[in-house]
């Protein structure tokens, strides 16, 4: 049985890969692969907000009975996030090479801070809150487009 934490840590490390792969072609000025890889990295990290979003926080929150606390810290890190991915996608659209590896690089450590967040703290708080309910969880997260 996999559990929440290994689910979103394996998904973590696919969304790192992703960003990877667009910055070094970022970095290289290989302008129209960069935007495919900014594009499937993109698409992967709202994937993995919408998992959280939709279903963990809510699920979460209802065990709990309160909306206050990680969750809400974690949303209002994905907004921050979410004007990065912003300054990137019009920085690879103008081709700016430092901008996006300017906002690429603060994304990082803001990602990488979130991650840890979620991984030593939210994923595992979810997991005993949770407990008995969280093999639906998951097929309802892994259902979500």
């Not at 490390?13 to 970095?27: K, M, P």
Request: glycine content about 4%; overall charge negative; hydrophobic content about 40%.
């Amino acid at each position: 049985m996999t559990t929440i934490t290994q689910y979103m840590e394996s998904d973590h490390r696919r969304c790192d890969e992703l960003f990877a792969a667009a910055e070094r072609l970022v970095a290289a000025g290989e302008w129209s692969a960069a935007a495919d890889a900014y594009a499937k990295f993109h698409g992967a990290i709202e994937h993995h907000f919408s998992m959280e979003e939709d279903e963990l926080f809510p699920a979460f929150e209802d065990a709990m009975g309160s909306t206050m606390g990680p969750t809400q810290v974690m949303r209002m890190e994905h907004g921050q996030m979410r004007s990065l991915f912003e300054r990137m996608r019009n920085a690879l659209t103008a081709k700016e090479v430092e901008d996006y590896l300017g906002a690429s690089d603060t994304l990082l450590i803001l990602m990488q801070q979130h991650n840890m967040k979620e991984e030593q703290m939210l994923y595992p708080m979810s997991e005993q809150a949770l407990a008995g309910s969280t093999d639906a969880l998951l097929q309802r997260m892994q259902a979500i487009d």
